[in-house]
């Protein structure tokens, strides 16, 4: 049993600049979404009162992975309460080579006291946004 690269898959395959250069690059993501969640833990802080009680003392939530859509990606939650009462979070993300958003994940028991102002902002406000409410 043996491997049927193509031309361009086999100069891939044995081109380790493409290594050198995601590692580069992930060193920069990394300082990027530190510095990310201190800006965003300042901000948390100013709005505690309107937050979750949870939302003080929950730490925040990286994740990442290789396969979403096709490509690797990176995740942060902050703030980020996750638990039975539903979720309350608000994340940004990045998905290697196509996209960054930034999301509020709202749901269950913790998302009841932001459903009617939400939905009367994005009922009279132009925004362009890409609204899911479930």
């Known amino acids: 049993m043996g ?9 891939v395959f044995e081109d380790l600049a493409y290594f050198e250069h995601r ?3 992930e ?3 990394t300082a990027f979404f530190k510095g990310l969640q201190s ?5 948390t802080q100013s709005f505690l009162q309107v937050l979750p009680a949870a939302a003080a003392h929950t730490p ?3 994740g990442r992975g290789e396969h979403y859509r096709g490509a690797p990606y990176r995740v942060l939650d902050c703030p980020a ?3 039975p009462q539903g979720y309350f979070a608000y994340r940004c993300a990045l998905l290697w080579g ?4 930034a999301q509020l994940l709202l749901a269950g028991p913790l998302a009841e006291p932001y459903r009617a102002p939400l939905a009367q902002y994005l009922a009279t406000s132009p925004n362009g946004w890409r609204v899911s409410v479930a």
């Not at 491997?3 to 100069?11: K, P, T, V, Y």
């Not at 196509?98 to 958003?101: H, K, L, S």
């Open 98 to 101: 196509r996209c960054w958003t």
């Open 23 to 25: 590692a580069a690059i």
């Open 39 to 43: 800006d965003l833990e300042v901000v």
């Open 60 to 62: 925040p939530r990286y």
């Open 27 to 29: 060193t920069q993501l």
């Open 3 to 11: 491997l049927d690269l193509s031309a361009d898959e086999l100069r």
């Open 81 to 83: 309460v996750f638990g």
